[in-house]
DNA sequence: TCCCGTGTTGCAAACGTTTCCAGTCAAGAG
DNA sequence: CTCTTGACTGGAAACGTTTGCAACACGGGA
């Protein structure tokens, strides 16, 4: 400290006009130019501004040239509230997110409003905090929004309000590697089962029979569907699989830490440990660090989801690798899909194991 | 491979019920109850339902139940596209983001958020991948959809479209960590000088004088804040700055490490490094990578801005930090108050140099 | 008894578009 | 020369709300 002295002298940031006297900039003051202006100084109808701007053919090219003209000098910029009351169409998309602090979520989140800006629409994100009541709220929000169409990574798949939200004649809807039974929605859904597989026989041929997992609870479907990939590989290996080295409960780092913690002290302690989801790879090599245990030497180690910062630091990590940006735009093509009115659909997206260092020892 | 034979057959997700023969999920067939519908059955007027529901004074309450009761009995959910024609306010916040592959983003934009919602605002997020053309028109599109206010981390400061975007009457804007003169608008601003005065003032009483600094250009304030931090610290100490250690240019990877690659080669070679921003963190970090130089023993290092992905894995960094969560509460706050009508106001958020390992050796 | 405030309700006009319908005009067909 | 057709244009209704204003009933004071 006795820098503060410092700090209050660099403070001046300076350059920012901050209070200048009027404050035009409240919600009111506001006067923003209409169709009605442009047809009056145009000398037209409000309904051949209309069709000018909005591509409409029966326009002569005189008509036409000579709107835009003036809607130009004018700096006429459509009333989007209005021509979404008018036509029922928002070209907004409600984005609902069980937990946007995941990193994964970001990039698809990314690549998602890439494809739908590119196809005129704009993207609404809510967040539910893993939290059903807050979801049922998102949803409803959406709904009053009048959103042409939701994507939605629901927090489980057992939520009473689920079917509610779901079903009857609504908007397009596409579910993020999710299945819900029984609804009519279009679906992006991981092969976790394969990436899995591969890894986890990966791990039996090196030698591994003591294999701990530990991911969140099976309400959704992706640790349903890891959950078979882990199952088969132990079958198809003819090797009796250890569920009593399974925690499968918590996305949350806290679960993974603990049950992390337990399964370390087991005698036998494992010798490869998969983590699914973000939560986990933090808790887990959290737990390892405090026992001082060398992930890739002591144990073998695999996350499932290569999440994004993987890449920058821990390159040296064993993933089931899944491509999330792919995931993101495949959403938005099928809620585009959905509102050009064509059917329901379910899209796969592969996933593949990927070896790197830490998957070795432990053996 | 040659499991592809697995892959397919793990592939049958079964449980969603995709193709129903009717499609009634599309755009269309949707009747949704409103106004006029409740009032109907409950046998007053719409003006009457109106009041009951937004809470206006002058009602009974015999009106106000009943109109309650029958507008759940129906499910009516507002229409607020028709509320936002009517009222002039969306009650909703554009987020412009230069772009979102920053994780800081994501833990930004979700405090901001959450505060927005607690307050019953919803967001839209537009990202401008670093291109003001994109900006631009991003901002056109906010203004068309009739946002209440707009948080923006602008591309530039001194982007040509910036003054139409900025100027004049319009609804409240909150800058994040950008200075733009003569315009009137609220901003967010980190004190980042005074952290990077921190850490070099470390740097140079540990013995270092040949001192690296890679970040990206100075348009924006944030390179240029830090700029005055780390030339001050030099100032103070009377040391001499060395100019051609330092790469100001580009945020993005790749230039950090073209730029890293040089510096590492030259005669004396840089005994510390700064690198400014996520880019130049993962460039800089792959350049030494690359030389196998341990940042902690061969090399000081300090990553200015702790990205959230540090404090899983690279928990060794050092680093000066700012609390992202707490900048995105406060954007939230500035609109708010903005569009309460009150005057446009700075907010200041300070910034500490948090000494690890990595900050040691290369002396 | 009359008048007036008070508390409540209904009517109708907006908000800024799109779109249906009817009308105009000119050109070509008969 | 008249009729039809087609290309274009203008008028007005509608989308679902909110809200200013008028109307009404009721009770109390003069």
């Known amino acids: 400290m006795g820098e503060i002295g410092l700090a209050i002298a660099l403070k001046s940031p300076g350059g920012l006009e901050v209070a200048s006297e009027k404050s035009e900039t409240s919600r009111s003051g506001n006067q923003r130019v209409t169709i009605r202006e442009v047809a009056a ?130 908007s397009p809807i596409v579910l993020l590697d999710r299945e819900v039974k029984g609804i ?44 078979l990939g882990f199952t088969k590989a132990f079958e198809d290996a003819n090797i009796e699989m250890r569920p009593d080295l399974m925690a499968i409960g918590g996305f949350d780092a806290e679960y993974a830490l603990s049950h992390a913690r337990i399964l370390l002290h087991r005698n036998p302690a494992p010798t490869a440990i998969l983590a699914g989801g973000h939560g986990a790879l933090m808790g887990v090599s959290r737990a390892l660090k405090e026992k001082k245990i060398t992930m890739g030497k002591e144990i073998a180690f695999i996350a499932l989801d290569q999440l994004p910062y993987l890449e920058v630091f821990s390159d040296n990590i064993s993933t089931v690798y899944r491509d999330t940006e792919a995931i993101g735009r495949e959403a938005a093509r099928l809620i585009l899909e959905g509102m050009d009115g064509e059917k329901p659909r379910v899209s796969l997206i592969e996933s593949q194991f990927i070896e790197r260092a830490s998957s070795q020892g432990g053996i």
Request: include cysteine; charged fraction near 25%; glycine fraction near 6%.
């Open 41 to 170: 100084k145009a000398e037209v109808a409000l309904s051949s501004v209309s069709r000018a701007l909005s591509g409409h053919p029966d326009v002569s090219d005189e008509m036409r040239k000579r709107v835009k003209e003036i809607a130009d000098e004018l700096g006429y910029e459509p009333n989007l509230v209005a021509q979404s009351l008018r036509s029922g169409v928002t070209r907004t998309i409600g984005f609902v997110v069980r937990d946007i602090n995941n990193p994964m979520f970001a990039l698809l989140a990314r690549s998602c409003e890439n494809e739908l800006r590119r196809n005129g629409y704009s993207m609404i994100i809510v967040n539910s905090d893993g939290n059903i009541e807050n979801e049922n709220r998102n949803f409803s929000l959406l709904r009053r929004r009048r959103v042409d169409g939701i994507i939605a990574s629901l927090v489980s798949e057992d939520s009473p309000y689920l079917r509610k939200n779901l079903e009857g004649p609504r």
């Open 184 to 227: 009519s929605a279009s679906a992006v859904l991981a092969d976790h089962a394969a990436g899995v597989h591969e890894a986890v026989t990966h791990l039996i041929n090196a030698g591994h029979r003591e294999i701990a997992f530990i991911t969140g609870s099976n309400n959704v479907y992706p640790t349903r569907n890891r959950l």
